[in-house]
């Protein structure tokens, strides 16, 4: 999964893969709001490109105790760099358009990746 910046301001066409890291503009759960945060794509890259949306989770430099979330660092990447330690939430997940992606931020490497899918399973069985 790649992470991305987005801006509803600024479009830019950029391949999406599973597993980047990326920034973009994340909801808030009551719908009400929004702020720009990084995501992990979750979606595959066959979905990717047939569909103008992508399956996304949030990323927060803000970690706090949660059964569905499990830490990030810079060492947990295959490619880029992580200003601060983070936390992935597993149950903060979200379809959003391409488009809104602004920049990739990183590529997370597969067993992390297989932790965050690992944690999604155990919450949706």
Request: aromatic share 4%; proline share 4%; glycine share 4%.
């Amino acid at each position: 999964m790649e992470l991305a910046k987005v801006n509803s301001h600024y479009q830019v066409t950029i391949p999406k893969s599973v597993r980047q890291k990326a920034s973009t503009r994340f909801p808030f759960s009551d719908l009400m709001g929004s702020k720009v945060r990084p995501v992990l794509i979750l979606s595959n890259d066959i979905y990717n490109r047939r569909h103008a949306d992508l399956l996304v989770c949030a990323i927060t430099s803000s970690p706090r105790s949660h059964d569905y979330a499990t830490s990030l660092t810079t060492g947990d990447l295959e490619r880029g760099v992580l200003k601060i330690d983070s936390e992935v939430r597993a149950d903060t997940i979200t379809a959003i358009e391409q488009g809104i992606i602004l920049k990739r931020i990183g590529r997370v490497a597969r067993p992390k990746y297989q932790q965050v899918v690992a944690l999604i399973q155990r919450l949706i069985s």
